[in-house]
T-cell receptor, first 115, second 113 residues
Framework: AQTVTQSQPEMSVQEAETVTLSCTYD???????LFWYKQPPSRQMILVIR??????QNATENRFSVNFQKAAKSFSLKISDSQLGDTAMYFC????????????FGQGTELSVKP | KAGVTQTPRYLIKTRGQQVTLSCSPI?????VSWYQQTPGQGLQFLFE???????NKGNFPGRFSGRQFSNSRSEMNVSTLELGDSALYLC????????????FGPGTRLTVT
């Protein structure tokens, strides 16, 4: 069975600074997807970034980038130039490549961006 | 394009009752997945439907069921409600099964008293 672990329940960062959220996972699959989702307070879940395991290049989306270490089963999210609107719960998630459709989520990291 | 819509947004039910939640996916999306979100258990996968067939199922009792219609709209039903069923129920749609990207709706907040 696959598991996803986020070891930082809460984090805070000053506006305009950089923060890194950690995620590790366990799987025996070779092909899979990894995601970071953002859930702002009382608002809906938004996909932040996606990584396909067979791609060695780390995914980036504007101020968001990942550090994907397949051998270490690590998938961290870096947020550069943090903005107040980045305040949210961030979830790391895993999906098998074959027979997918089921996201397995970590417990989440609550990020507060302070002015 | 309109996003994923879920109705109702809020619901209060009594123990022992049953409830039906509805989800309309993004136009053109054929896969719908359901998740339960609680403070204690986090986000847990309930089931996935694609082309009106259940493709994946999570570890929930048989009181939780779902279905998908030919227009890809989906419903989930919970019978004999328990206090522990109080949760935010999230629906997510995807253009194809197993492609990875899922787009979430705002959720239905169910409170069981």
């Amino acid at each position: 069975a696959q598991t996803v672990t986020q070891s930082q329940p809460e984090m805070s960062v000053q506006e305009a600074e950089t923060v890194t959220l950690s995620c590790t996972y366990d799987t025996s699959e070779n092909n899979y997807y990894l995601f970071w989702y953002k859930q702002p307070p009382s608002r809906q879940m938004i996909l932040v970034i996606r990584q396909e395991a067979y791609k060695q290049q780390n995914a980036t989306e504007n101020r968001f980038s990942v550090n994907f270490q397949k051998a270490a089963k690590s998938f961290s999210l870096k947020i550069s130039d943090s903005q107040l609107g980045d305040t949210a719960m961030y979830f790391c998630a895993f999906m098998k490549h074959v027979g997918g459709g089921k996201l397995i989520f970590g417990q989440g990291t609550e990020l507060s961006v302070k002015p | 394009k309109a996003g994923v819509t879920q109705t109702p947004r809020y619901l209060i039910k009594t123990r022992g009752q049953q409830v039906t939640l509805s989800c309309s996916p993004i136009s053109g999306h054929r896969s719908v997945s359901w998740y339960q979100q609680t403070p204690g258990q986090g986000l847990q996968f309930l089931f996935e439907y694609f082309s009106e067939t259940q493709r994946n199922k999570g570890n929930f009792p048989g009181r939780f069921s779902g279905r998908q219609f030919s227009n890809s709209r989906s419903e989930m039903n919970v019978s004999t409600l328990e206090l522990g069923d109080s949760a935010l129920y999230l629906c997510a749609s995807s253009p194809r099964q197993g492609t990875g990207e899922q787009y979430f709706g705002p959720g239905t907040r169910l409170t069981v008293t």
